[in-house]
């Protein structure tokens, strides 16, 4: 690795020695020592070892904890997946019959109501759009970008019933990727991102919310990325996300908060892009 992470090899260790610390016997991981493994904190977990260049402890312990779980809706669907293929084993029948039903049932266009922080409306159909794209599984890429279309606002941004917020901006941009689609009046998108972003470093979940917490950096870094844009103040909003780092090792969604796999994860990926910039 290059950048901060060269310079600063102990932020790698304590970010690691985080994560390794934190598998459980049965090996899956957990976000607090102690506490059930469970699917989400074990690919965050993956996620964050493998992003940080370490190696996985009790791989055929973690196999059996993902190949055992059940598969009952998208998330479960999504992360076993995702784990599956950061451990470079061979995708399961049941994940692609999983995500053929899931796409059948219409379920993953999301929801019409308001999103609920720190997720958003978006959040499944990306995830569903995702794994049917590291499966090869064929959707309707049409019908999809016209749905989210139909929740881009006024301002640029994208939210249902008219209220942009910068989570299902980037669920929205993501799932568009994905679809290989290509977005009209960027340019509008990318002003209300602007209005998101923070010249103190760091973003905020609307243009007039003054909170910054780490999942809306994490997404307005990652939209920016997607646009082909840059951060105007990366060092600002590094020293805001080094500023979320608990003793632990750990990150959490401000510098007051609990740290967690999934703030940790999104930590990571943002220093990274602002690193190598």
Avoid at 104 to 111: L, Q, R, T
Avoid at 261 to 267: C, K, V
């Amino acid at each position: 690795m290059i950048g901060r992470w060269t310079e600063d090899s102990s932020l790698v260790k304590k970010i690691t020695d985080y994560a390794v610390n934190r598998q459980n016997a049965d090996g899956g991981y957990t976000f607090c020592q102690g506490a059930e493994s469970n699917l989400q904190d074990t690919y965050y977990g993956l996620a964050m070892l493998s992003l940080l260049g370490g190696n996985f402890s009790d791989v055929e312990k973690t196999v059996k904890f993902i190949d055992d779980a059940r598969l009952d809706g998208i998330y479960s669907t999504y992360y076993v997946a995702k784990s599956s293929l950061l451990l470079g084993k061979n995708i399961e029948p049941k994940l692609k019959k999983s995500l053929v039903s899931i796409l059948n049932s219409k379920n993953y266009f999301g929801s019409t109501v308001l999103f609920s922080e720190p997720s958003s409306e978006f959040t499944t159909t990306f995830m569903t759009l995702e794994i049917a794209h590291l499966l090869k599984v064929k959707v309707n890429a049409e019908d999809v970008t016209n749905w989210l279309l139909e929740s881009r606002n006024d301002d640029g941004g994208f939210g249902v019933q008219g209220y942009s917020n910068i989570n299902s901006t980037y669920y929205a941009i993501a799932s568009i990727h994905l679809l290989k689609e290509s977005l009209s009046n960027q340019f509008e998108t990318l002003a209300f991102m602007r209005k998101c972003e923070k010249p103190h470093g760091s973003f905020t979940v609307v243009p007039i919310n003054f909170t910054p917490y780490m999942e809306h950096t994490y997404y307005g870094v990652m939209t920016l990325h997607l646009l082909g844009e840059k951060s105007k103040y990366p060092s600002q909003t590094i020293d805001f996300v080094l500023g979320c780092q608990n003793n632990n090792g750990g990150f959490a969604r401000s510098d007051l908060g609990i740290s967690t796999f999934e703030n940790t994860f999104q930590a990571v990926e943002v220093l990274r892009k602002l690193d190598f910039q």
